[in-house]
């Protein structure tokens, strides 16, 4: 009686929502996984995805929801996967709609044994994957989210084999550029992640949600329909570098140069020039960050992590 009647909302909310959508499934190792079942109550829902509510997009950058696209609490039924490092996982979304922008897939290690009840908002991400334009002009080329499309609506990523062993979020997005601002489209799951490596990520690859997005950040202002896009064959995809791509690791050569750190791209904060006053979600201290440290009225700076204070 219940379970009919939690159907029959979701039959109702469906076909004004097919234009958006999320990750519904993983595959690893053999594993099936479904997700988190989006309009409906988390009550009964035994996944390893974090709840999500809708499947509309996510339109600010500074979005307090960016980070997992829920408010960090989880349903009783929360699961978790275990995932060894050096093996693929697959994340499958709905019928993708939208073919115009980057995958991107990050990491962020809970304090504890657990993610269960973390806040992932708290936590430190660093990106393991990630792709946008694959050919052609930012006006008409093939793009990540397009290729998503053509392989099933699943994207597969490698869990970099020297990720040290424990308990991590994995989170999921895609950001669609056919409407500005970007929309923004993160899931994430809780793995528990085995094997002997051992290169935690550099400071200078970690970043928090929100915070490590600018809704001025060139790849996520890029206008697919402006002049400049139809010759325009570069797009500097969101984020911090590449784990693995900085001084003491190896590989991951694709990250365009030109992105700075986060600690940089906070620093230049978009808020109206007031010295040593930090706007709302801006960066106001951590590791190696040397902007002001005052928050604006009548916010205050809050420690997320070592890496990144904010405020809030
Ligand atoms: C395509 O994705 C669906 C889930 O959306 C899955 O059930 C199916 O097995 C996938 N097919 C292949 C060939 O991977
Ligand atoms: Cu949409």
Request: proline share 9%; glycine share 12%; with cysteine.
């Amino acid at each position: 009686m219940f379970a009919t009647a939690v159907f029959g909302v979701a039959l109702a909310f469906l076909p004004r929502v097919f234009a958006h959508g999320g990750v519904l499934y993983y595959s690893n190792g053999g594993s099936w996984y479904d997700g988190f079942k989006a309009y409906n109550s988390p009550s009964g829902q035994s996944t390893i995805q974090r709840p999500w509510a809708t499947y509309n997009p996510i339109v600010d950058a500074n979005d307090p929801t960016l980070a997992c696209n829920n408010d960090g609490t989880n349903p009783s039924g929360q699961l978790t996967a275990t995932v060894a490092a050096g093996s693929k996982i697959t994340a499958f979304w709905n019928e993708w709609p939208h073919d115009t922008g980057p995958m991107l897939v990050y990491l962020a290690k809970c304090p504890g044994s657990t993610c269960t009840g973390v806040n992932s908002n708290t936590l430190s991400w660093f990106k393991i994957d990630h792709s946008g334009l694959l050919s052609g002009t930012v006006a008409a080329g093939t793009w990540a989210s397009g290729q998503m499309i053509a392989q099933n609506n699943s994207w597969t990523t490698t869990i970099p084999s020297t990720v040290p062993p424990g308990a991590y979020l994995i989170r999921h997005e895609t950001i669609a550029l056919h409407l500005l601002p970007a929309q923004f489209y993160p899931e994430c799951a809780q793995i528990q992640i085995t094997g002997s490596g051992s290169r935690a990520p550099l400071a200078s690859e970690l970043t928090t949600f929100p915070g490590g997005y600018k809704s001025s950040d060139p790849g996520l202002s890029v206008d697919l329909y402006g002049q400049a896009a139809k010759t325009q064959t570069t797009y500097v995809i969101p984020g911090p570098p590449l784990y693995g791509s900085g001084s003491t690791g190896g590989g991951g050569t694709s990250q365009p140069p030109s992105t700075p750190p986060p600690a940089t791209s906070v620093s230049t904060s978009s808020a109206p020039a007031q010295t040593g006053t930090v706007a709302q979600y801006g960066q106001c201290g951590g590791t190696g960050y040397s902007g002001p440290t005052a928050c604006k009225s009548p916010y205050t700076c809050t420690k997320l992590n070592d890496y990144y204070s904010q405020c809030t």
